[in-house]
């Protein structure tokens, strides 16, 4: 496995790449990062060239005070990726806000892709739940929480996207990259810096896409629920739905044995470029 540390405007990005075949990108959301798609990373590997990536103000890239997190941002730096990487256009798997970044450097930047896989994907109003317009409304406030509260709070929160109870080592892996001073600023900025704006500024072209597109989804997604999957299906011309059955928001967590199986099956169908 390659590891690197893209310069981009001022941030530092993380990315790795490991195996060998048609180029794979996995998409992280939040408040994840590519630590929770490693496993798939790691089974993909022997049949494809994976691509992982921190978005600035997430897991190991850099999260510097005063930079914009924006979906914006992170859809123009996923283009400027993909441009870097080069080679032929590759599969995007994305989650949660990683779909809205990937629909965004496909849709606004011209980012080639050979398909698309929008699992549990921030894609449709509305979106933001009650805690972030909270945080939104009272940044500063929470970032100055004592580190207990905060962690307590995190652990909460990441808790509840999960249809079955985490493990000390899941929880961990997904908490981590948020604790400490640096961590609990970022953690706070990266969901005032949430927008809806983002989708729907896009959610009008869904229909012009014309490439390959499975949308899958947990049926039990209390964060965004399974409806949305039913419509974004609906708008995306041709758009395979798969639907995992029991599965929360974090559907990799939760059905890891159904998502791998799914992602192959898709992967493997789709007609090479």
Same mark, same amino acid.
């Given at each position: 496995?390659?590891?690197?540390?893209?310069?981009?405007?001022?941030?530092?990005?993380?990315?790795?790449?490991?195996? &060998?075949?048609?180029?794979? *990108?996995?998409?992280?959301?939040?408040?994840?990062?590519?630590?929770?798609?490693? !496993?798939?990373?790691?089974?993909?590997?022997? @049949?494809?060239?994976?691509?992982?990536?921190?978005?600035?103000?997430?897991?190991?890239?850099?999260?510097?005070?005063? /930079?914009? *997190? &924006?979906?914006?941002?992170?859809?123009?730096?996923?283009?400027?990726?993909? +441009?870097?990487?080069?080679?032929?256009?590759?599969?995007?798997?994305?989650?949660?806000?990683?779909?809205?970044?990937?629909? +965004?450097?496909?849709?606004?930047?011209?980012? !080639?892709? %050979?398909?698309?896989?929008?699992?549990?994907?921030?894609?449709?109003?509305?979106?933001? &739940? !009650?805690?972030?317009?909270?945080?939104?409304?009272?940044?500063? *406030?929470?970032?100055?929480?004592?580190?207990?509260? /905060?962690?307590?709070?995190?652990? %909460?929160?990441?808790?509840?996207?999960?249809?079955?109870?985490?493990?000390?080592?899941? &929880?961990?892996?997904?908490?981590?990259?948020?604790?400490?001073?640096?961590?609990?600023?970022?953690?706070?900025?990266?969901?005032?810096?949430?927008?809806?704006?983002?989708?729907?500024?896009?959610?009008?072209?869904?229909?012009?896409?014309?490439? !390959?597109?499975?949308?899958?989804?947990?049926? %039990?997604?209390?964060?965004?629920?399974?409806?949305?999957?039913?419509?974004?299906?609906?708008?995306?011309?041709?758009?395979?739905?798969?639907?995992?059955?029991?599965?929360?928001?974090? *559907?990799?967590?939760?059905?890891?044995?159904?998502?791998?199986?799914?992602? @192959? +099956?898709?992967?493997?169908?789709?007609?090479? +470029?």
């Amino acid at each position: 496995m390659e590891t690197h540390e893209y310069p981009w405007r001022g941030r530092r990005v993380h990315w790795s790449r490991r195996g &060998s075949g048609p180029p794979l *990108v996995l998409c992280h959301g939040t408040p994840w990062s590519s630590a929770l798609w490693e !496993p798939y990373a790691d089974a993909l590997s022997s @049949q494809y060239t994976v691509h992982l990536w921190d978005m600035p103000g997430y897991g190991r890239s850099s999260k510097d005070d005063g /930079h914009d *997190v &924006s979906l914006a941002v992170q859809g123009e730096l996923l283009a400027d990726l993909l +441009r870097l990487w080069g080679g032929p256009p590759p599969h995007l798997v994305t989650h949660d806000i990683g779909g809205a970044a990937g629909l +965004r450097a496909h849709l606004l930047h011209g980012a !080639p892709v %050979a398909s698309l896989a929008l699992i549990d994907v921030v894609a449709l109003a509305p979106w933001g &739940s !009650p805690f972030y317009r909270l945080v939104g409304s009272h940044p500063s *406030v929470f970032e100055a929480l004592p580190a207990a509260m /905060h962690e307590a709070l995190l652990r %909460a929160y990441v808790a509840g996207a999960a249809a079955g109870a985490l493990t000390e080592s899941q &929880s961990s892996m997904l908490t981590t990259p948020w604790l400490g001073a640096e961590g609990q600023r970022a953690f706070y900025r990266q969901i005032a810096a949430a927008d809806q704006a983002h989708t729907d500024e896009i959610e009008p072209l869904y229909p012009t896409i014309a490439v !390959p597109t499975l949308v899958a989804w947990g049926t %039990a997604d209390t964060w965004i629920p399974v409806d949305r999957a039913h419509r974004l299906a609906g708008l995306v011309p041709g758009a395979r739905l798969e639907l995992i059955e029991g599965a929360g928001h974090l *559907v990799q967590l939760d059905a890891p044995v159904a998502l791998t199986a799914l992602l @192959q +099956r898709w992967l493997g169908s789709v007609p090479p +470029r």
